[in-house]
């Protein structure tokens, strides 16, 4: 339990609980607030796919196996569904649900997802009185150089520029309304639990993890070992997420390790783990506006929200390897 905030007997919205993050953030809040109401809003996946072939929406229910809470399946981008919130009284509001995939080129849909449903979610949080903590990304940044810092952004794909217009949105109605706790977490390549149904877009840990268990050499664009990402444990992220609820400040903060690693690091440590040796396979990277170095300045982060990465990566590798083995030879 990392805060303070006693969450028993409140009620939290989780926009996005059937993905990664907002699943996490889910069993959370039921484990150690067993009193809490928690609601789920999110529109699971239905097996469109967008032209990258990618799905259009990563929600499983797998990932809310257990959960005790309240589920609704709605579309943010829909008001007859959002209007099924009105019933509430939200004393929390966790923004998680998006279009998540980077490689999604599709301005329009981007920007109507990630964008205009926030304001349906800020006005919610203004009726409500509520506490507003949404996702925000370090694809803001693009591939500014490192560290990456708060008022220093070049979003560099659709994506990124839609998280960066939320950011500005959120920064406006924050100042028309000082009363109010907006807070916007600017993840880095977050990994852990339950990230597994976001298929091709899931984190570099798990993907090498289950080539590496296939016998395969873990395949690396070529250079990883010059290709340095901030990766974050989702048990720090989660533990930010309920900081944020009471932060010294609304604002806009990063959440990484503020320690940048390899490619080639993550597939060391997982070989280590695996007592493999298999040769590393490399090949070109296909990608334009690729970021090859990100770190977190996290000096303000912490000073706001009392953020402290806990998890090295190291540690979040072995701990989270059971479950990938579980995993490997699971097909959805
Ligand atoms: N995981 C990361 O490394 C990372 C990094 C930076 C930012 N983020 C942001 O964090 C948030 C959570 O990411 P995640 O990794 O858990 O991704 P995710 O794709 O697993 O979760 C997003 C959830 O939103 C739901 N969703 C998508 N479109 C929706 C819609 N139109 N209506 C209702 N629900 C919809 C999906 O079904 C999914 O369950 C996202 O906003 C993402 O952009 C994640």
Known sequence: MYTKIDFNYKTILITGGAGFIGSNLAFYFQD????????????????????????????????????????????????NDLSLLDEYQFDYIFHQAAISDTRVY?????????????????????????????????????????PQ???NEEPENPYGFSKYAMDQIASL?????????????????????????????SSMVLQLGLQ?????????????????????????????NINACNPKNSGVFNIGSGSPRSFQDIA???QKELG??????????????????TQADIRS????????????????IRKYLPEIKLLHGYSD
């Not at 928690?38 to 257990?66: A, Q, W």
């Open 106 to 146: 599709d301005q329009e849909i981007i920007m109507k997802t990630n964008v205009n449903s926030f304001y349906d979610f800020l006005k919610l949080a203004s009726r409500n009185n509520s506490v507003l903590v949404y996702a925000s990304s370090a694809a803001t940044y693009g591939s500014l150089p490192s």
């Open 173 to 201: 109605f924050a100042r028309k309304n000082p009363d109010m706790i907006i807070v916007g977490l600017r993840y880095f390549n977050v990994y852990g639990s339950r990230e597994f149904f976001k298929g091709k877009t």
């Open 301 to 316: 982060s912490e000073e706001n929200l009392k953020f402290k990465p806990k998890v090295s990566l190291e540690e979040g």
């Open 32 to 79: 150690n607030f067993p009193d809490s109401k928690v609601v789920i809003f999110d529109c699971f996946r239905n097996g469109k796919t967008f032209p990258n072939g990618n799905l259009m929406s990563f929600g499983h229910y797998k990932n809310l196996e257990g959960f005790q809470g309240e589920i609704i399946c709605g579309n943010i981008n829909n008001k």
């Open 276 to 293: 493999t040796n298999l040769e590393t396979e490399n090949f070109p990277n296909p990608y334009l506006g690729y970021q090859f170095h």
């Open 149 to 151: 810092i708060v008022g």
């Open 268 to 270: 060391n440590i997982l």
């Open 212 to 240: 590496i268990l296939d016998g395969n050499s873990p395949r690396l664009f070529e250079n990883s070992d010059k290709i340095f990402r901030d990766f974050i444990n989702i048990e720090d992220v989660v533990e930010a």
